[in-house]
């Protein structure tokens, strides 16, 4: 079993920047498909970006491609998610996951507790 922290949210401005950690506990990253999704006020929970075990191959959700980049250390058993242009609609907590390859919550099995984003105006 991997246990996920993620770091890295806070308050930030409109057009501001941050980077989201998550660095993993228990069994290495390397055997894990990585994912962040993130969950707004009174929305449910959705997909934002995937990153394969080497860190070769990932997908963005169309919402933040182009800003939005994830990539791993798998040496520093750490997933990143940087955000760069952020938006007012980018506010909600983030969640990292692990898993299987996939783009919805069911095929990942591993999650943090998440950490808060929230962009003013």
């Known amino acids: 079993q991997v246990q996920l922290h993620e770091s890295g949210g806070g308050l930030v401005q409109d057009g501001g920047s941050l980077r989201l950690s998550c660095a993993a506990s228990?069994?290495?990253?390397?055997?894990?498909?990585m994912g962040w999704f993130r969950q707004a006020p009174g929305k449910e929970r959705e997909f934002v970006a995937v990153?394969?075990?080497?860190?070769?191959?990932?997908v963005s959700a169309d919402s933040v491609q182009g800003r939005f980049t994830i990539s791993r250390d798998n040496a520093e058993n750490t997933v990143y998610l940087q955000m760069n242009s952020l938006k007012l609609e980018d506010t909600a907590v983030y969640y990292c996951?692990?898993?299987?390859?996939?783009?919805?919550?069911?095929?990942?099995?591993?999650w943090g507790q998440g950490t808060q984003v929230t962009v003013s105006s």
């Open positions: 996951a692990a898993g299987g390859w996939g783009l919805v919550e069911s095929a990942f099995d591993y």
């Open positions: 228990g069994r290495t990253l390397s055997m894990y498909v």
């Open positions: 990153i394969d075990r080497t860190g070769t191959y990932a």
